[in-house]
Every structure is written in C-alpha cells, then in structure tokens.
C-alpha cells in the first residue's frame, strides 16, 4: 500500500489499478471496500479477468457464493480452461457440489495440454481443500504436489500446514 501511496486516493483510477488496490484490501481483510473497488473496475472493463477471480474469491470468503458462481462464469466466457475450472469447482465445493467439484476439477488436472505453473498450482491446491472436505487421504498428495511446484506458495503452504495439524501431524 505504501508504494501505491500517490495513487491510493485516486478516485478516477483506471481499472489495474482498482484490481490492485482490491487485492491489498482483501489481503487486509477489508472486503467490502475491496469489492466497491472491483465492481468499479468492471463497470469500466467488464472482461477483466483478474477482477472476476478476485471478486469470486472474496464474495466465497464472505458467503456470497450466487456472486462468486456468477463471477467464476463470467471468467470462464473470457478466459475457458483450467483457472475457471477451479474457480467454479472451489465455489461448488462449499455449496453442495464437493464431489462432482474434485472430480471436474482432477479430470481437468489429469488431462492438462498446456503448463501454466501457477493455475496447476492454485488447481492442485483447490483440490487439496476439496479432498480435505471430503475426508479423502488423496488430500495430502495433492498438497504435496501443489507445494512441489511452489514450497514458499503461501495458500498451498497454509493449507498443508492446517491439513497436517488438523491430524495431529504438526
């Protein structure tokens, strides 16, 4: 936020900006000025993806999980493939859908065409949560490949971490 100090207050600011000033508000847990900022910037961009992930993300944090679905569809017209595979099936999986949710999602894994280390990653690390849920051993290999990938991945690292101390193995 510091380096962002001369355009924080910007009321005009153009829409990367918004999306990075969403993101520290959401990092600081401050969610409804995270998500003013997001919806501004899709009102002047409707088709920004980072904005629709990042609203997903918060409206699931919040419990407005008719929002989030509906900004993980509007990714997927934009951007189809893996990232909106997880958006929805990380959505699915805190609304009555967990299993149907891993099983897209892992198919989708399993058969990845292109490598975009980071979506494989946040993919893996969905999965790991979902199987978490479902009380699937399968849970930690999905971790473990997710944190292969990236060991200093803060979420996928977080998400093992609580994993193994849930079972006693921290």
């Known amino acids: 936020q510091g380096t962002l100090a001369k355009w924080w207050y910007v009321a005009t600011a153009e829409p990367p900006l918004r999306v990075l000033r969403a993101r520290i508000m959401q990092a600081q847990h401050q969610f409804e000025p995270a998500v003013s900022e997001l919806h501004l910037a899709l009102a002047d961009e409707p088709n920004t993806p980072d904005a629709l992930l990042l609203l997903a993300s918060i409206d699931e944090v919040t419990g407005d999980f008719t929002e989030a679905s509906n900004s993980c569809a509007k ?67 999905r971790l473990k490949e997710a944190l292969a990938l990236d060991s200093r991945n803060v979420y996928a690292a977080t998400v093992y971490a609580d994993y193994l101390l849930s079972r006693g193995q921290g």
């Open 75 to 141: 990714f997927a017209q934009i951007r189809p493939g893996l990232a909106a595979l997880a958006c929805a099936a990380s959505v699915g999986a805190v609304t009555g859908s967990a299993k149907s949710s891993y099983d897209t999602l892992a198919d989708a894994v399993a058969h990845i065409t292109t490598l975009d280390r980071a979506q494989l990653l946040w993919s893996l690390t969905i999965l790991g949560e979902i199987a978490i849920q479902l009380d699937d051993p399968a849970a930690s290999e």
